[in-house]
């Protein structure tokens, strides 16, 4: 079998992965996806990925709605493009909200009612969020959302008036908060997930395969790496990434990545599909009929016993 295809987003998150690839032999095809989950969603029902680390609510929302009827796969009839077979970062995502650095009529959240949105992709976790916030403050209307793809469009979308505001994480946005950066933004707000924040999926044809087992071997490995090495993380993260020393420091503080990937908890599936319904984002019966094992295999490659707190 050639190497398995793996899709990530080259953040700070992905520095775990860096040190399975470099210290434990891990043979996969990294490629990267500036523009997020809802990019990779598209890429795993094309069949141009085998794995992909995102964000958890980007992929409960496409497994919810189902593949594309313009794509095919290699799955058995009635099976999904791709199912949850890992949990790779425990904590929630803390979700900035910007504007442009010279927009002073919008000053908090609550100037961005019936505002326009932009985000990465629909049905990436910066579009899954604006419902998610609209549902927050108790707003009857969705934003309108338009799709700028990357993190750079999007910053210079709310400069150039193409969009009000957007949603990317903390510490990605907050390099920009400074007047001189490339298309500095303003941050006015931030939302947390009630989540952990990112998991693993494969394609369902590969799940419990010895390779993809392997995969999530190696991921552990790097994870555990990645706790004994905080210094060489930093150096990494504010040299190979876009991101200061200071800035590197303080979000591994606020970071738990799991200690051992395999698996995901039904309950956070559960609560999260209550959450994105209650949204707005998912419509119908997402939860199927039938016992908690059975509901949950829709979404689950493998039903684990719950193993956090989180």
């Known amino acids: 079998m050639p190497p398995l295809r793996v899709g990530y987003v080259p953040e700070h998150f992905s520095t775990p992965l860096h040190f399975a690839q470099t210290y434990f032999s891990l043979s996969a095809d990294l490629i990267p996806f500036p523009s997020g989950t809802g990019h990779m969603v598209t890429a795993l029902c094309a069949g141009e990925l085998d794995i992909a680390i995102g964000l958890t609510e980007g992929w409960i929302a496409a497994i919810a709605k189902g593949p594309p009827s313009s794509q095919t796969t290699d799955a058995k009839p009635g099976e999904n493009e791709f199912k949850l077979v890992g949990t790779y970062v425990e904590t929630p995502l803390c979700w900035a909200i910007s504007t442009g650095h010279e927009k002073e009529h919008i000053t908090s959240v609550q100037d961005l009612e019936g505002k326009k949105v932009g985000v990465s992709r629909i049905g990436s976790g910066s579009y899954v969020?604006?419902?998610?916030?609209?549902?927050?403050?108790?707003?009857?209307?969705?934003?309108?959302?338009?799709?700028?793809?990357?993190?750079?469009?999007?910053?210079?979308?709310?400069?150039?008036?193409?969009?009000?505001?957007?949603?990317?994480?903390?510490?990605?946005?907050?390099?920009?908060?400074?007047?001189?950066?490339?298309?500095?933004?303003?941050?006015?707000?931030?939302?947390?997930?009630?989540?952990?924040?990112?998991?693993?999926?494969?394609?369902?044809?590969?799940?419990?395969?010895?390779?993809?087992?392997?995969?999530?071997?190696?991921?552990?490995?790097?994870?555990?790496?990645?706790?004994?090495?905080?210094?060489?993380?930093?150096?990494?993260?504010?040299?190979?990434?876009?991101?200061?020393?200071?800035?590197?420091?303080?979000?591994?503080?606020?970071?738990?990545?799991?200690?051992?990937?395999?698996?995901?908890?039904?309950?956070?599936?559960?609560?999260?599909?209550?959450?994105?319904?209650?949204?707005?984002?998912?419509?119908g019966e997402a939860w199927q009929e039938g016992s908690e094992v059975n509901k949950a295999k829709k979404f689950v490659g493998t039903v684990t016993k719950e193993h956090s707190n989180v």
């Open 129 to 283: 969020m604006s419902y998610v916030l609209a549902d927050r403050e108790g707003w009857d209307q969705p934003f309108e959302c338009l799709p700028l793809q990357t993190f750079e469009a999007l910053r210079k979308g709310v400069n150039d008036g193409t969009v009000d505001f957007f949603m990317w994480e903390y510490f990605t946005s907050k390099r920009y908060y400074t007047p001189g950066t490339l298309h500095p933004i303003k941050k006015v707000g931030e939302i947390y997930t009630p989540w952990s924040s990112w998991k693993i999926v494969a394609r369902t044809p590969l799940i419990d395969t010895p390779e993809v087992n392997s995969f999530l071997e190696k991921v552990n490995a790097g994870v555990k790496y990645f706790g004994e090495h905080k210094e060489e993380a930093v150096q990494y993260i504010s040299t190979q990434l876009d991101y200061t020393e200071e800035d590197a420091k303080e979000w591994m503080k606020t970071v738990r990545f799991a200690q051992n990937v395999k698996g995901v908890k039904e309950s956070v599936v559960r609560d999260t599909i209550d959450m994105l319904q209650k949204a707005g984002v998912i419509e």
